[in-house]
Nanobody, 123 residues
Framework: QVQLVESGGGLVQAGGSLRLSCVAS????????MGWFRQAPGTEREFVAA????????YYLDSVKGRFTISRDNAKNTVYLQMNSLSREDTAVYYC????????????????WGQGTQVTVSS
């Protein structure tokens, strides 16, 4: 069992930056692939970024490439999402997720989910 707790969301002006953090419980964090997903009001949850167990492989939604960076610190059981050049289209609840298997972009393949953290970008 893995429990995930996100933090770092908030209100930011367009063009600004935020860094989300997700802390995982358990001793097997380093064996899990981690992902960030988001859900805006009235839309389906979508993939944003993912990272494999070692941190050497990362994947991104096309619209966030070059602006967002996913990273992890296995010693701290934490995965991060650095978000730069934010726009109103990035407004959503951001969720951290984990799966004990190879990294994936597919939502249904993630077994564990956090409660989410709200990111609101104002113009």
């Amino acid at each position: 069992q893995v429990q995930l707790v996100e933090s770092g969301g908030g209100l930011v002006q367009a063009g600004g930056s935020l860094r989300l953090s997700c802390v995982a419980s358990g001793r097997t964090f380093s064996s899990y692939a981690m992902g960030w997903f988001r859900q805006a009001p009235g839309t389906e949850r979508e993939f944003v970024a993912a990272i494999n167990w070692s941190g050497r492989s990362t994947y991104y939604l096309d619209s966030v490439k070059g602006r967002f960076t996913i990273s992890r610190d296995n010693a701290k059981n934490t995965v991060y999402l650095q978000m730069n050049s934010l726009s109103r289209e990035d407004t959503a609840v951001y969720y951290c997720a984990a799966r004990p298997a190879p990294v994936s972009r597919i939502i249904n393949e993630y077994r564990y989910w956090g409660q989410g953290t709200q990111v609101t970008v104002s113009s």
